[in-house]
């Protein structure tokens, strides 16, 4: 009678399988919505206040240098270069800021798809080892059917 057995480990198989594929997709989309929450802390939080900091020092920077007077002489550090340069490197910094962003939030979609897909292994394990499960039993039904005589009765 170790059928039966056969047929409990494997409907157990199948609801272990189903579990794990829900706890993954469930996963999958917890990574989902924390790279949608990155995107929108980079562009509600994060980008807004490295432009106001960058303004903020661009100001700084101008007062200094109207503090410190126009001195031509000096090749290379006219308030004009400086404040090009400066512009250049607050560019240069959002960018960065942009791409370091975009390469968190897609790293959170390619999580949540690998984990998806993760699950759906599962669940195909699961009834892989549900269809065993059975054919183990059919098996043992055949093989021993002198044995067990009729399921249904004499």
């Known amino acids: 009678m170790s059928f039966i057995g056969n047929?409990?480990?494997?409907?157990?198989?199948?609801?272990?399988g189903r579990f794990n594929a829900d706890l993954y997709a469930k996963q999958?989309?917890?990574?989902r919505k924390n790279a949608e929450i990155k995107r929108t802390t980079f562009e509600q939080?994060?980008?807004?206040r490295l432009k106001k900091d960058q303004e903020r020092n661009r100001s700084n920077q101008f007062v200094n240098l109207l503090k410190s007077g126009f001195d031509v002489d000096r090749i290379g550090e006219t308030p004009y270069l400086v404040g090009l340069e400066q512009s250049i490197e607050d560019a240069f910094e959002i960018s960065v800021q942009s791409f370091n962003s975009t390469v968190a939030v897609q790293n959170e979609i390619n999580?949540?798809?690998?984990?998806?897909?993760?699950?759906?292994?599962?669940r195909f394990k699961g009834d892989?080892?549900?269809?065993?499960?059975l054919a183990k039993a059919a098996g043992d039904i055949y093989m021993n059917?002198?044995?067990?005589g009729s399921l249904l009765g004499k």
Do not use: D, W
């Open 28 to 31: 999958a989309e917890l990574a």
């Open 7 to 16: 047929i409990f480990g494997a409907y157990g198989a199948r609801q272990i």
């Open 45 to 48: 939080i994060t980008l807004p």
């Open 111 to 122: 999580n949540a798809s690998l984990l998806q897909a993760k699950g759906q292994g599962e």
């Open 145 to 148: 059917r002198e044995t067990y």
């Open 128 to 133: 892989i080892q549900y269809r065993t499960g």
